[in-house]
Each structure stands twice: as structure tokens, then as C-alpha cells.
T-cell receptor, first 110, second 117 residues
Framework: EDQVTQSPEALRLQEGESSSLNCSYT??????LFWYRQDPGKGPEFLFT???AGEEKEKERLKATLTKKESFLHITAPKPEDSATYLC???????????FGQGTRLTINP | NAGVMQNPRHLVRRRGQEARLRCSPM?????VYWYRQLPEEGLKFMVY????????ESGMPKERFSAEFPKEGPSILRIQQVVRGDSAAYFC???????????????FGDGTRLSIL
């Protein structure tokens, strides 16, 4: 069974303090790893798709990387508006559904 | 999350009543997915539908839950004889093609928050 584990569960940073969120996964044939951002009371908002080990994607202060066992979401010089829950999900071979991790709740203090 | 429209945003039901949740996919999308998010838990897949077809309902409870996506109109998730444990946020997502035809991301609506009294 495909599984996704995210760490830490919660992370509190000062504005400008860079850090990384981790997503470890086990999947039978990875077809895609997805990062989403979720604000309170809202649905997940798509950020990135990664397909193969070594791939990297960037968007503003966020950069996602992928290895054969895990993905990292690096956040550089974060701002308070980056506060949200970040979700990681995988799509396995032959699957139609995303398998999500529990998420990392990120808080950026001004 | 503009594009995928879910209604109602909040729904309150008493135990034993029926709940109907609606989802209109993004324009041009013909594939719909329903997920449930329980308090303090992650998103869990329930069902995947195309127009007039249920493709995968492996995550949906066998009793009281049903889903449809008719040729015309929104997708409906129906919960009969609701119980307190059904209280959750229900999210709908859509994609232009199925995940088997490409790894295109699913785009989510803002969910329906169901509360059972």
C-alpha cells in the first residue's frame, strides 16, 4: 500500500528564516509526487509536480526536490503570507487516486 | 481555488438525515474525485468518476454513501442516514483527463464542511 509521511507536523519560523519540509514515501512505481498548499477553510492549492529523482521545481520562495525515497520543500526567506499547511501526495503505478500525507503546518512570525 | 465549485460550503444535518454535496468541476474537466478530511487527519480518497461512470470507489464506505456524475449537471456525493462520525470536510477535485492518461494535477474546490448534530 502506498504511504506518505510528512515531517515535522508543525514548524514555526521567524520571517526570513529558511528551512525545509520533508515528505517520505513508499509507492509501487511513482508516477508523480505533488505538493499542495492549504489555507484554513480552503481547499488544497496546487504548487508542484515532480516525476523523477533529481528533478527540481521552483516558484517564488519555494523549491521542491525529489529523490527515490523522499521529497523536500525548501522555503527561502519566508514571509508571514507563506503560513499555511503544506501537503504532499503521491500517485502510484496504475492508480487513479492521490495518497496524501498528514501535512506540515507552517507558521511564519513577523 | 477558482474553478472547482462546491456547495454548500457548510451543511448541518441531524443524525438520520440525508446529506447531498455538490461539485461542479473546472471548465473543460470531465474527471471528478472526492476526498474526505477528518479532523486532525489527512485527505483520504473516496471515489473517482467520469461522466455517467464510477471508475474507482475503493475508498468509499459500502453502506450509506453513493456518488454520481450525470451527463448534465454537477457531481453529487450523497450520504444517507448520517451519523456523528460523518462530520468532516469533503473536498472535490477535477482534472481534464484521468490520471492514467497523464500525471496532470488535480485541482480542488474549497470543500463542504458537514456537521452532524
Amino acid at each position: 500500500e502506498d504511504q506518505v509521511t510528512q515531517s515535522p507536523e508543525a514548524l514555526r519560523l521567524q520571517e526570513g528564516e529558511s528551512s525545509s519540509l520533508n515528505c517520505s514515501y513508499t509507492v509501487s512505481g511513482l508516477r508523480g509526487l505533488f505538493w499542495y498548499r492549504q489555507d484554513p477553510g480552503k481547499g488544497p492549492e496546487f504548487l508542484f509536480t515532480l516525476y523523477s529523482a533529481g528533478e527540481e521545481k521552483e516558484k517564488e520562495r519555494l523549491k521542491a526536490t525529489l529523490t527515490k525515497k523522499e521529497s523536500f520543500l525548501h522555503i527561502t526567506a519566508p514571509k508571514p503570507e507563506d503560513s499555511a499547511t503544506y501537503l504532499c501526495a503521491v500517485l502510484g503505478q496504475g492508480a487513479q487516486k492521490l495518497v496524501f500525507g498528514q501535512g506540515t503546518r507552517l507558521t511564519i512570525n513577523p | 481555488n477558482a474553478g472547482v465549485m462546491q456547495n454548500p460550503r457548510h451543511l448541518v444535518r441531524r443524525r438520520g438525515q440525508e446529506a447531498r454535496l455538490r461539485c461542479s468541476p473546472m471548465k473543460g474537466h470531465s474527471h471528478v474525485y472526492w476526498y474526505r478530511q477528518l479532523p486532525e487527519e489527512g485527505l483520504k480518497f473516496m471515489v473517482y468518476l467520469q461522466k455517467e461512470n464510477i471508475i474507482d470507489e475503493s475508498g468509499m464506505p459500502k453502506e450509506r454513501f453513493s456518488a454520481e456524475f450525470p451527463k448534465e449537471g454537477p457531481s453529487i456525493l450523497r450520504i444517507q442516514q448520517v451519523v456523528r462520525g460523518d462530520s468532516a470536510a469533503y473536498f472535490c477535485a477535477s482534472s481534464p483527463r484521468g490520471q492514467g492518461a497523464g500525471n496532470q494535477p488535480q485541482h480542488f474546490g474549497d470543500g463542504t464542511r458537514l456537521s452532524i448534530l
